[in-house]
């Protein structure tokens, strides 16, 4: 178990509100611990044991989750951007330290699996190519499918203004115009920029799987826990 923390930086770290705040809170008789009342900002506390407003606090340990991102929605944290990911997850968990971040990105125009959690690690971990984690999209393009795009991409599909040729990948032709690609990489706009470089043109892209995690039938803008 994790060490214990000062209730103050525990409420604060849980995007609750300031430290300094918790002492007016605590004056009003709002937060319990174990069920009962306190005035003590710095005891140690198990979150698990602490409620405000006599409700549990909002996942008090780490956060791994998986959203089904929907069209338009971006993967930065800057409002300016338009609608974010994080608009569709408790508003509470932008005021967390750790900070919540996604697992890699995916573009504006692309929907599906994306990972968010709030620990550095596991995002190293996840992303390092070193690691080689398997992610899957479906992808429907422009132009109908022919296959020899399956050979070109598990070649290797050159990028303009890389040095390196893409890792191999593989390709499966559904339909006319729709493939299911496995990548074990994740440079910038990857699959649209494959794709590309075949002469083709993607219209839309969906990823279905990253590493162990689907989707399963989580709907557009749900999200779900993993851990
Ligand atoms: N490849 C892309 O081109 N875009 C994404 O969002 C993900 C992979």
């Known amino acids: 178990m994790a ?3 000062r209730l103050d930086q525990t409420l604060s ?3 609750y509100c300031s430290r300094r705040e918790v002492r007016i809170w605590l004056r009003d008789k709002r937060i319990r611990v174990a069920g009962e009342l ?9 979150p698990a044991s602490v409620t405000v407003d006599d409700k549990p606090l909002e996942h008090p340990g780490d956060i791994l989750i998986m959203l089904n991102k929907p069209l338009g929605y ?8 338009g609608q974010r990911i994080y608009d569709l997850l408790p508003e509470i968990w932008l005021g967390r330290s750790p ?10 125009d692309t929907t599906g699996l994306i990972l968010i959690t709030d620990q550095s690690a596991l995002v190293q971990q996840l992303t390092s190519p070193k690691k080689h984690v398997d992610k899957v999209y479906r992808v429907t393009v422009e132009e109908p499918l022919q296959p020899v795009i399956i050979e070109q991409f598990a070649q290797g599909v050159q990028l303009s203004s890389e040095p390196q ?3 191999p990948a593989t390709l499966e032709i559904v339909a006319e115009h729709t493939a299911v690609v496995t990548l074990n990489e994740g440079k ?3 699959v649209r920029r494959m794709f590309a470089a075949c002469g083709n043109h993607v219209v839309t892209l969906h990823r279905e799987q990253f590493g162990q995690y689907t989707l399963g039938d989580l709907a557009p803008g749900e999200w779900r826990d993993v851990i």
């Not at 306190?38 to 198990?46: I, P, Q």
């Open 188 to 190: 910038y706009h990857q």
């Open 165 to 167: 040729p893409c890792l």
């Open 74 to 81: 971006v993967c930065t944290h800057d409002s300016n951007e």
């Open 99 to 108: 900070q919540v971040v996604s697992v890699g990105r995916l573009d504006k």
């Open 38 to 46: 306190t005035k003590n900002a710095a005891l140690k506390v198990d």
């Open 3 to 5: 060490a214990l923390k």
């Open 13 to 15: 770290n849980l995007g």
